[in-house]
């Protein structure tokens, strides 16, 4: 069932690559990999220090798509919303963690990403890694 043309999309790709794109209406300008999914998403943002966190579902993703976004590292993730002609950007992060399961007939990639993760790594890692 249409949603009165309401889209969703998501795309992850390599920080300094380029990203794959997954719709539930097809309506993306990045390489696509599958439209037509059924995707869920839950964003969490406060004003709090720690960082802000998104997790996905994609249903039914081919195996393909999966492998090609598993391979990659330090992944970045964009999650828009909205209609067909006019989404906004809700979530703009670094992959965390990728899961492929299934639930039922489905198959799911489960994504968890959190704004600012790359740079705290990096951030840590430099901090620790700093010799005088």
């Not at 990045?30 to 996905?56: A, H, P, Q, W, Y």
Request: charged letters at 25%.
């Amino acid at each position: 069932m249409k949603l009165f043309k309401r889209d969703v999309s998501v795309s992850i790709g390599p920080r300094n690559g380029a990203a794959l794109s997954f719709s539930t209406q097809g309506n993306t300008t990045n390489v696509v990999r599958d439209t037509n999914l059924k995707i869920s998403f839950n964003v969490s943002k406060d004003t709090n220090v720690e960082e802000n966190t998104c997790s996905v579902k994609i249903y039914n993703m081919t195996k393909e798509s999966f492998n090609a976004i598993n391979a990659a590292e330090d992944l970045q993730l964009l999650l828009k919303v909205g209609y067909v002609v006019n989404s906004d950007t809700i979530f703009f992060g670094d992959v965390r963690t990728i899961n492929y399961y299934r639930e039922g007939s489905n198959t799911v990639v489960s994504i968890d990403a959190f704004e600012g993760l790359y740079a705290r790594r990096k951030g840590v890692l430099k901090k620790l890694c700093t010799w005088h």
